[in-house]
């Protein structure tokens, strides 16, 4: 599976632009990972993440990249 086949941003309705980011609920549904593995990683450093207000939200393209960095150590061992 390409990482172009996974959805890495909600679908949203056809007026509204694309989101730029992502609640984490929304980021781990993009990963097919639980909330709390998402917060792990968050927490971890290995996906980021911003802090607005008290709201966590991660980038948009994030998901995507953090599939792409594992993807990358796998095949580097």
Do not use: K, N
Not at 6 to 24: E, K, S
């Amino acid at each position: 599976m390409s990482i172009a086949s996974v959805d890495t941003v909600p679908p949203v309705a056809d007026d509204l632009p694309a989101p730029v980011l992502l609640t984490v609920e929304e980021a781990a549904r993009c990963l097919r990972i639980g909330r709390t593995t998402c917060f792990a990683l968050i927490r971890s450093g290995e996906l980021e993440s911003l802090l607005i207000g008290g709201l966590r939200r991660v980038p948009a393209d994030e998901p995507a990249a953090y599939l792409a960095r594992r993807r990358a150590e796998q095949r580097a061992a």
